[in-house]
Structures are given as C-alpha cells and as structure tokens.
C-alpha cells in the first residue's frame, strides 16, 4: 500500500483500506451489508474514511 491509504474502522472492530475511495467504497458497503444489515452510501462511507 502506498502512503496515502484510505481506511475505514468500523465499530465491531474490522478494518478496511484501500489506495482509492471507490474500491473502498465498495468493501465498507458491502460489509456493512453482509455482516450488520446497512446500507451505507457513498457520502457515507467518505465521511468516515482516514487518511494512513
């Protein structure tokens, strides 16, 4: 991974990082899916994505 990954910590404790918001935006989707029956947006997931 590059410097300037982006990640999102999801509260039951998984961490997700990617190096572009789009493919992240696609995994914390999806997780938040699968696993805690959300739906999570784009703007969503933006706001709660840090810079590594």
Do not use: F
């Not at 991974?1 to 990640?7: A, D, Q, T």
């Not at 509260?11 to 959300?38: D, F, I, R, Y």
């Amino acid at each position: 991974m590059s410097e300037s990954s982006l990640s999102v910590e999801c509260p039951c404790g998984s961490v997700m990082t990617h190096e572009e918001l789009a493919p992240l935006v696609e995994v914390v989707q999806s997780h938040a899916k699968l696993n805690h029956n959300m739906d999570l947006t784009e703007e969503d997931v933006h706001n709660m994505a840090s810079k590594r």
